[in-house]
């Protein structure tokens, strides 16, 4: 009996360790910084993705897998590879998505919305949250191996499209993990990343 109550002891206390560390506001001054550091290191980055759709009233989550490519100072690569094949690349301001063969360009400084879309991006991978905080309210907590960055929109028109948006960066390299953008409990859309590599020759993504 003595050792069947050790035993659930252990357990209770390894739940206890492993419980998340609620940050403060300084200390998530503290790992913006961190994330903004590690960031100004790496001169490019890549990796590949998977995305799982889950919707609610789907019986089964779709899932789809492709490339991310970064390079300073603000050009971004997202290429789809399986089942669907397409590609967006935002390069010198301009964003152009390509699928089945046939391409569209925008001016992101002629479109408002698309601009926010992209400094938001650029903003949560380098450390700078300065347009984020602007239409999130954001806190975070750390496990033992991420941050969990939480954003929750402050605008109701914005919830009824992103009510949240969950961001694991890893405590080693500060580098994404996952990321999770819901609009309900039950309706999301992860990324998990995977095979990351730093400072290699990606150039040719953006020729």
Known sequence: MKKIVFFFLIIFNCSAFAQNTQLSQNEIVSLYQKIEKATNAHQSFSCNFTQTKHNSILTQDAKLRGEIHLQQPDNIAIIGTFPLQYSI??????????????????????????????????????????????????????????????????????????????????????????????????????????????????????N
């Open 89 to 206: 690349i935002i390069k010198n301001n301009t964003m152009t998505m390509t699928k089945n063969g046939k391409s569209e360009t925008i001016d992101l400084d002629m479109k408002k919305r698309a601009e926010k879309i992209k400094n938001i991006i650029e903003g949560t991978t380098k450390g700078d949250f300065t347009e984020v905080e602007k239409i999130f309210h954001i806190s975070c907590e750390k496990s033992n191996i991420q941050y969990i960055l939480t954003l929750k929109a402050k605008s109701k028109n914005l919830a009824h499209y992103i009510d949240e948006i969950k961001i694991y960066f890893n405590t080693n390299d500060y580098s994404i993990d996952k990321l999770i953008i819901s609009k309900n409990e039950n309706d999301y859309i992860e990324y998990l990343l995977t095979n990351k590599n730093f400072n290699i020759d990606n150039t040719h993504i953006f």
